[in-house]
C-alpha cells in the first residue's frame, strides 16, 4: 500500500517495536508484525494486532507492572 504519511514510499511487510506508555507503566513489545513504509519508515499495524496489543496493555495495567518487555507472538492476536 503507498504511505499516507510521506505519500511516495510503498508499506512492506516486517516487524516493529511497540512501546505503549499509560499512568506511569510502560509496556514495550518487539517483534510485532505490521507493514512498514520503505521510504520514511512508518508502521501501521493490522487491526487484529492493535487489538491484542490493547488487551494485553489493559492486563500489564491490571497486575500493576511499571515496566514490561515482551516479544510479540501468534497467539497474542487470538
Known amino acids: 500500500m503507498k504511505c499516507v504519511i510521506c505519500k511516495t514510499g510503498?508499506?512492506?511487510?516486517?516487524?516493529?517495536?511497540?512501546?505503549?506508555?499509560?499512568?506511569?507503566?510502560?509496556?514495550?513489545?518487539?517483534?510485532?508484525?505490521?507493514?512498514?513504509?520503505?521510504?520514511?519508515?512508518?508502521?501501521y499495524l493490522p487491526e487484529e494486532v492493535a487489538r491484542a496489543l490493547t488487551r494485553l496493555a489493559a492486563h500489564t495495567l491490571e497486575k500493576g507492572v511499571v515496566i514490561e518487555v515482551r516479544e510479540f507472538n501468534a497467539t497474542m492476536a487470538m
Open 10 to 43: 510503498q508499506t512492506q511487510t516486517g516487524k516493529t517495536t511497540v512501546t505503549l506508555e499509560q499512568n506511569g507503566a510502560v509496556l514495550v513489545v518487539r517483534e510485532v508484525p505490521a507493514e512498514v513504509c520503505q521510504n520514511c519508515g512508518e508502521v
